[in-house]
């Protein structure tokens, strides 16, 4: 199978993470839907990243849909519960915050990209307010706990991490670490893992 993404995109790292923990034989491309030769509005008609090619062709989006797909490939680990229905919301429900939290900061780091007269200060407030109440949450329930979900690593952990990576990358200025230490411990454990360091990396 074939992943489409950059090193930029978080949900392309949620992905990548996923992969990587679970050791499933796979080609990473660089492909970035706007440059000219990219293959992505191809497979997937949104024209975004992720995208993962089967061998039979098969493309599989978005991020969520890939990293449900690929959790079924072996049990090594699992990353979303099977039977536990509570517990598969809990770690969906992870994986939405995360996800949230990097649309919230697409679209701060987009609307800071613009022309300084056209940016709107509504929007970006708007967006990092919902950041900032996200990253509380997660601390919250975080705690001082190892995991996001139950005893073991989830995709809620590897959603998370990709969404701090993501911050830290394009809105440093969040400061995020000055507020919640625990949750500064836990990412950098979570980023000595070798599959985020692999993902850091490229
Ligand atoms: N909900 C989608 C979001 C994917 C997404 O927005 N990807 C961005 C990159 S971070 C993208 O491909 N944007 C189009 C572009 O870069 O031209 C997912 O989880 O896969």
């Given at each position: 199978m074939k992943l489409l993404g950059t090193n930029t995109s978080p949900y392309v790292r949620k992905v990548r993470l996923v992969l990587l923990e679970k050791n499933i034989p796979h080609t990473y491309l660089i492909d970035a839907p706007g440059d000219p030769g990219s293959q992505v509005a191809r497979v997937n008609p949104l024209?975004?990243?992720p995208a993962l090619i089967l061998d039979d062709e098969t493309c599989i989006f978005d991020s969520t849909v890939i990293a449900e797909y690929v959790d079924t490939l072996n049990d090594t680990p699992k990353l979303i519960p099977r039977?536990?229905?509570l517990a598969r919301m809990?770690?969906?429900?992870?994986?939405?915050?995360?996800?949230?939290?990097?649309?919230?900061?697409?679209?701060?780091?987009?609307?800071r990209m613009r022309a300084a007269e056209k940016q709107e200060a509504d929007i970006i407030a708007q967006h990092s307010t919902a950041i900032s109440r996200a990253l509380a949450h997660a601390a919250a329930q975080l705690g001082k706990r190892?995991?996001?979900?139950?005893?073991?690593?989830?995709?809620?952990?590897?959603?998370l991490a990709s969404a701090l990576v993501y911050l830290d990358l394009r809105l440093p200025e969040l400061g995020w670490r000055a507020l919640h230490g625990d949750l500064n411990?836990?990412?950098?454990?979570?980023?000595?893992?070798?599959g985020m360091r692999t993902s850091l990396e490229a």
């Open positions: 024209g975004r990243i039977h536990d229905v809990r770690v969906k429900r992870w994986e939405a915050l995360a996800d949230g939290m990097m649309d919230s900061a697409v679209v701060v780091r987009n609307e190892e995991w996001c979900e139950g005893t073991a690593i989830t995709l809620a952990d590897l959603a411990n836990w990412f950098a454990r979570m980023k000595e893992r070798p």
